[in-house]
C-alpha cells in the first residue's frame, strides 16, 4: 500500500454482520437441509453466506442483490475462484424493489432499505416461495434505551429505529411467517465485528501517521468506536431468525 491509497473496505471480516464462523457453519447447514432450488440473498454486500450456501447445496441457483458495485465485483470473483459463478450472479439493483421469488431468501442487515424491520419482513415475506424460508438477520433493542442512551449512539438514533427481539419475530408472523429457529449474537460477536470493521482503516493509520488524511480519517474511526463502546454496546442485540412461509 502506498501513501497514495486509502483504507481498504471489509477486509478484516468475513460477513458484515456480526457472526461467529461457529454460527454461520450452523446456519448453512441448517438453511441447505432444506433443499432450495434458488436461493436470493437482499443486501449481499460480497455475498459470502450466499456463496456458502450455494456450496452446500450443489443443485441451487443463487442471486445476490446490491447496490455497492465494489462489494459485488469481490462476490463474483469469490464466486469464479470457488467454482461457483455458473450458479451464482450478482446483480446490481436495489433491494427493496426486487420482486424474483426464491425458496431460500436471505435479508442480513439491510432492513433500512426497505425502512425498517417491519417493512422489510412484510417485503421479504412476498419473496419466499410457499413452503419456503427467510433467514432474516436485524439489529434489535436488547432494552429500550433512555434520552441519556440515545445520545451517545450514531446521531438521529431513535427508540422506532428498532424493535425488541419479541417484537421483532411478531413482525414476521404479522407477514404470514412462522418462526423456526430465534437466536441472536453474543457480544464477543459483536466486538469481533465491530474491532474488524474499524480495522481497516486503523492499519491504515499505522502504516501512514502522517498522510494528510490521516487526522479525518483518526476522528472518524474515533467518532465511531465512541458509538459502539459508549452508545448500542450492550443495549443494541443482532439476531438471526429463520422465518418459514406456510405452503398454502
Known amino acids: 500500500m502506498t501513501s497514495h491509497d486509502g483504507p481498504k473496505r471489509y477486509g478484516h471480516v468475513d460477513f458484515n454482520s456480526p457472526i461467529a464462523p461457529w454460527r454461520a457453519d450452523r446456519l448453512v447447514h441448517d438453511l441447505a437441509a432444506a433443499s432450495p432450488a434458488t436461493i436470493a440473498d ?3 454486500g ?3 453466506l450466499l456463496l456458502r450456501l450455494a456450496a452446500a447445496v450443489p443443485a441451487a441457483s443463487a442471486v445476490g442483490i446490491d447496490g455497492d458495485t465494489e462489494l459485488l465485483d469481490r462476490g463474483r470473483a469469490n464466486a469464479e475462484a470457488r467454482g461457483l459463478a455458473e450458479r451464482v450472479r450478482f446483480v446490481e439493483y436495489l433491494g427493496e424493489d ?5 425458496d431460500l ?3 442480513s442487515g439491510a432492513a433500512h432499505a426497505f425502512g425498517g424491520t417491519a417493512p422489510a419482513l412484510a417485503g421479504l415475506a412476498k419473496l419466499v416461495n410457499p413452503g419456503g424460508r427467510l433467514l432474516f438477520g436485524d439489529a434489535f433493542w436488547e432494552r429500550i434505551p433512555t434520552e441519556a442512551e440515545l445520545a451517545t449512539m450514531w446521531p438521529g438514533t431513535t427508540v ?3 424493535l425488541p427481539l419479541p417484537e421483532l419475530v411478531d ?3 404479522g407477514a404470514g411467517l412462522r418462526p423456526l429457529q430465534v ?3 453474543e457480544r464477543g460477536e459483536w466486538e469481533y465485528f465491530e474491532s474488524g470493521f474499524l480495522a481497516d482503516k486503523e492499519t491504515w493509520l499505522l502504516e501512514h501517521p502522517d498522510d494528510e488524511r490521516a487526522e479525518q480519517i483518526r476522528e472518524g474511526v ?5 458509538w459502539w463502546l459508549r452508545g448500542h454496546r450492550g443495549l443494541v442485540g443482532y439476531a438471526y431468525v429463520t422465518f418459514g412461509r406456510p405452503v398454502r
Do not use: F, K, L, Q
Not at 426486487?98 to 426464491?102: Q, Y
Not at 474515533?222 to 465512541?226: A, S
Open 171 to 173: 413482525a414476521g408472523i
Open 105 to 107: 431468501v436471505v435479508c
Open 46 to 48: 460480497w455475498g459470502e
Open 42 to 44: 437482499i443486501g449481499c
Open 98 to 102: 426486487w420482486t424474483e421469488p426464491a
Open 222 to 226: 474515533d467518532e465511531h468506536r465512541n
Open 160 to 162: 422506532e429505529e428498532m
Open 183 to 185: 437466536t441472536s449474537v
